[in-house]
């Protein structure tokens, strides 16, 4: 709150009513109605999502993409408050609700140079609508590949040496789901060229977030901002202010907990070729 004054109302809502409906399928019988498949795995989202906050705080120590949790974003069109979006944007034109959620897989990211191009028809509305908003992190994760084809590779833990929360830039999007009138608010994530930092740990793409320094976050924000403008503020953030560590492999592992702490720790890798790496996976 001290970084962008914004209130915490609409996200305090959205919350409740996940509790809500967590506690609903948690209070059920189950030797009378046993829980189906998919009712299994929304608890389990649900259980994601409230373990992400505390009281006090907001503890989520890594994002999956594809696990499609809310996350608190704050958009142009309501700049002071959080809002719960999802990450993988889905265009507000598309009809079959099969193909709207599998395009969120090719979604997440969108390229600087290319969200106002007519052959991105998934970014250009929202880009030209000025559908901007702003993802508070305290870090990323991205590997770095020891082979040509990826096979072999290692994750980094980047993050800021002021130690502070910064700004992702990103587009947002509401769409209507066409069965049960119900919206759907989702975001995509800004990237740009790599930095020096950046080229060496991302060596398979040399792309990064972007990142709006706090002086430019309202700017951001603004609806009105030219073409220019906001491609003016898409650029690499300096690598002399990022510092990146080597990591475990646990953000990937399916059999134990990953929100917790330690999968910002470093982990050393004694040596980096395709040997000992091996070794490890």
Known sequence: MDHYSAAFNSINEELNLVKERFSILMSRNEKEAPYQKEEIKELKWLQKIINSFTDTHYKRYH?????????????????????FFKWGLVP?????????????????????????????????????????????????????WLDEKGKVKIPYYVSFKQGTIMSAAGLYSRWKDPTTGEYYYSYTVITTAANSLMEYVHNNGK???????????????????????????????????????????????????????????????????????????
């Open 207 to 281: 792309r990064m977030p972007v990142f709006i320094p706090k002086e430019y976050e309202k700017d951001w924000l603004n609806r009105s901002l030219s073409k220019d403008d906001v491609l003016a503020l898409c650029q690499p953030f300096k690598a002399d202010l990022m510092k990146a560590n080597t990591i475990s492999k646990l953000i990937t592992t399916k059999e134990a907990e990953t929100n917790v702490e330690d999968v910002l720790k470093l982990h050393e890798y004694e040596k980096l070729n395709t040997d000992e790496v091996l070794s490890e996976l």
């Open 92 to 144: 507000f034109y598309y009809k079959d609700k099969a193909k709207a959620m599998d395009l969120r897989r090719s979604t997440v990211n969108c390229k600087s140079e290319e969200m106002y191009n007519d052959d991105k028809p998934s970014f250009r509305d929202a880009a030209k609508n000025g559908q901007r908003c702003l993802i508070p992190i305290t870090g990323f994760y991205e590997w770095r």
């Open 63 to 83: 994002e999956n993409a594809f696990d499609y949790l809310p996350s608190p974003i704050i958009t142009a069109g309501a700049p002071d408050e959080f809002k």
